[in-house]
């Protein structure tokens, strides 16, 4: 990953952190769709009808011979009728209201209660978790470049098969005869015996460079023999090794560095059967880039390869949120440069629906920290460490 404060490699990386006796001890210490509100019509009212029963008032003896007096009496039975039926609808009528009213307060809280859960669950939904499955990925940075040489398959066979690390991260350059080599500088000499730029060289020359035996001399604790002479890998040669048994995190460059990378970047996934629904489901790919251009040329070749957009040292504190949106529009990640981040901004860039991957994180307590920001992984020069951090925090 050509991230800005990363040129010099491992070395100062490493400095952070307190290394383990030797390459083969672990070190010590090393998001249901929101249901929207539906506001049952519960009108639960107890709103009783007002039955008004109409009795007929039958006086004991008829009177037969005052009809005068007889329609005085049915006046005043009809004048009592309506009183009663009066008095009656007035009675019912007072815990009707009494309990309308209960009942739209009791509506209204649960309103409120219904609308605050629904806005915590949408606000959920738009968080994306990662592709593997897991709350927290472990991206090996080159492999696993703190114990074995960067980018050679030394570094990729210890992070995979012996660190477990979720993801191998590789940084792509172009040789001069147009092969996708596995390389972190543009140029070989900080970790070759060669000098010069990549693309002044074929792969055959290229292969015939030494890429282990300066990080023997580099880092004596971790030396072996058997790094000695080791060569530059090709992608073709890392996804011939590893398969879909292991999964890719791939940076590009520029366009304009490496005309057509994109291309042969996806040709070549496409050849070793990385394109598939089912690979891409299961998150074996992803791509990453400093490059917005190169982003969406992906995207625009092919729409369904997850993209993570790296951000530069100071870059993420000046992205106003249209700037993200542009971003969100082919990206489902960013990996900013990890000191960038803080508690609100991982949190807004969650809101936004973002994975968050900060690089390159080698000292404990700071994936702690990061981890208690909400961050979804962190890229690594030592996976095992990571993974400590998470098994502890379980």
């Not at 968080?127 to 398959?153: D, F, M, V």
């Not at 082919?330 to 990996?335: F, L, T």
Request: aromatic fraction near 6%; glycine fraction near 6%; avoid cysteine.
């Amino acid at each position: 990953m050509a991230k800005a404060d990363d040129n010099t490699g491992t070395t100062q990386e490493q400095n952070s952190i307190e290394s383990p006796n030797d390459t083969t001890q672990q070190t010590q210490g090393k998001s249901q769709s929101a249901t929207k509100p539906t506001t049952e019509s519960t009108n639960q009212s107890t709103t009783q009808q007002n039955k008004v029963v109409n009795t007929k008032q039958q006086p004991d003896n008829k009177p037969q011979h005052n009809p005068q007096q007889t329609n005085q009496k049915q006046e005043q039975s009809q004048n009592n009728s309506a009183e009663q039926q009066h008095a009656s609808s007035t009675s019912d009528n007072k815990p009707t209201q009494q309990n309308n009213s209960l009942n739209k307060n009791e509506n209204s809280t649960s309103s409120a209660r219904t609308l605050s859960e629904a806005t915590e669950k949408n606000a959920k939904n738009k968080e994306i978790h990662n592709l593997t499955g897991e709350k927290y990925t472990t991206i090996a940075h080159r492999g696993a470049s703190g114990y074995a040489p960067e980018h050679t398959l030394y570094s990729y066979d210890k992070s995979h098969n012996e660190l477990g690390a979720s993801y191998i991260e590789i940084d792509l350059q172009m040789t001069k005869d147009g092969h996708l080599v596995a390389m972190h500088d543009e140029t070989v000499d900080r970790t070759t015996n060669g000098t010069g730029r990549v693309d002044s060289y074929t792969l055959d020359e290229l292969k015939k460079l030494d890429a282990g035996s300066k990080f023997n001399k580099q880092h004596p604790e971790y030396a072996d023999d058997q790094y000695k002479g080791a060569k530059v890998p090709t992608l073709d040669e890392i996804l011939e090794r590893y398969g879909t048994d292991a999964n890719y995190y791939i940076e590009t460059k520029s366009p304009d560095v490496y005309p057509g990378m994109e291309e042969k970047l996806l040709n070549t996934l496409d050849k070793h059967n990385m394109l598939t629904n089912q690979s891409l489901k299961n998150g074996h790919v992803m791509v990453q880039s400093f490059s917005q251009a190169s982003l969406e040329k992906m995207h625009n070749l092919n729409s369904d390869v997850p993209l993570v957009r790296l951000l530069d040292k100071g870059e993420l504190p000046n992205l106003s949120d249209q700037d993200l949106k542009s971003i969100k529009n082919v990206a489902i990640g960013v990996g900013p440069e990890y000191t960038d981040l803080t508690k609100d901004n991982v949190q807004h860039l969650k809101e936004m629906g973002f994975l968050v991957h900060p690089f390159t994180v080698n000292n404990k307590a700071d994936m702690e920290r990061l981890n208690s920001y909400g961050v979804d992984g962190v890229f690594t020069n030592y996976a095992d460490v990571y993974k400590q951090v998470v098994a502890d925090s379980k």
